[in-house]
């Protein structure tokens, strides 16, 4: 199927700089948003090891480039969750609650700079 909008080919500097967000975002952030998240939460140990394997799978499929968008939606959700549950807790505001939020961001602008379909789909800029 032709598709109606044709985008500028990726150069280097933005699909290395998507890369590199890619990987802030998959390797360190998701562990200490975790941790952070969980902390004083109120949640079982096994609780704890449910959202942590549903977060590793996530960052797995958010790794894989072929799946990496259905992975950028399905972290969005989660630290959605984590964002929800460090109000009911009252953590505070900028330094925890919207550590999430920073994540999803930088997710977002990362597989944004280096995926032709993402923005194919969401054409900013364009006329």
Not at 15 to 41: D, K
Not at 45 to 64: E, Y
Request: hydrophobic share 45%; proline share 6%; aromatic share 6%.
């Amino acid at each position: 199927m032709p598709r109606d909008t044709q985008t500028a080919p990726v150069s280097k500097k933005m699909l290395w700089t998507g890369r590199s967000m890619r990987f802030g975002c998959a390797v360190p952030a998701h562990g200490r948003g975790y941790e952070t998240g969980q902390s004083g939460s109120g949640r079982g140990g096994n609780d704890q090891s449910v959202i942590g394997i549903v977060l590793l799978v996530s960052v797995a499929v958010f790794a894989i480039p072929r799946t990496s968008i259905l992975g950028a939606i399905v972290l969005t959700g989660y630290l959605g969750g984590a964002v929800a549950s460090q109000l009911r807790v009252g953590l505070p505001l900028f330094s925890d609650v919207l550590a999430p939020v920073d994540i999803g961001v930088a997710i977002w602008g990362g597989l944004f700079l280096r995926d032709d379909r993402l923005r194919a789909l969401i054409p900013v800029g364009s006329r």
